[in-house]
């Protein structure tokens, strides 16, 4: 298994705890973006620069992800088409995606995005929070640890 982050707009703090998360496990992290991240130096950690445009490290992430592997991001559609290659995918505020929820919150972002483009302002969502940073860390550790069970 190996973990790919969406990380063009994955929080500088949920890379962190997924940085010592590789570390810990000795489980491979690939970061995806058309910008260049800073990452540790280390074995399990990797990057890989796209070229800049809408959806392209979204693309390069479906392309490479495999059955089984798991997948940060909080792109609805990019979640749904790494369940439907068999992947996981959990969103930086500790929520799976899961093939009995992806096409309600796909659903849901539509509308939303139907709204924002006749001119609602709909708002963000708030500020990533201690709190969302802790039931991060712990859906990943839990994930974690079931794999090695299961390995």
């Known amino acids: 298994?190996?973990?790919?982050?969406?990380?063009?707009?994955?929080?500088?703090?949920?890379?962190?705890?997924?940085?010592?998360?590789?570390?810990?496990?000795?489980?491979?992290?690939?970061l995806v973006a058309n910008q260049v991240i800073r990452i540790p130096t280390s074995a399990y950690i990797n990057f890989v620069k796209v070229a800049s445009g809408f959806d392209v490290a979204d693309n390069e992430i479906v392309k490479?992800?495999?059955?089984?592997?798991?997948v940060i991001t909080g792109d609805i559609p990019l979640a749904a088409e790494v369940i439907d290659k068999g992947g996981h995918a959990l969103n930086p505020r500790g929520e799976f995606y899961?093939?009995?929820?992806?096409?309600?919150?796909?659903?849901?972002?539509?509308?939303?995005?139907t709204l924002r483009s006749s001119g609602v302002d709909t708002g963000g969502?708030?500020?990533?929070?201690?709190?969302?940073?802790?039931?991060?860390?712990?859906?990943?550790?839990?994930?974690?640890?079931?794999?090695a069970k299961d390995s």
Do not use: H, Q
């Open 64 to 70: 490479r992800v495999k059955i089984g592997d798991l």
């Open 1 to 30: 298994m190996k973990i790919w982050v969406d990380a063009d707009a994955c929080p500088v703090v949920i890379k962190e705890i997924l940085f010592r998360a590789a570390e810990r496990t000795e489980l491979e992290v690939t």
């Open 98 to 113: 899961t093939v009995d929820n992806i096409k309600a919150r796909l659903t849901m972002r539509n509308f939303m995005d």
């Open 125 to 147: 969502p708030p500020a990533l929070n201690k709190s969302d940073r802790k039931i991060f860390a712990d859906k990943l550790d839990r994930f974690l640890t079931n794999y």
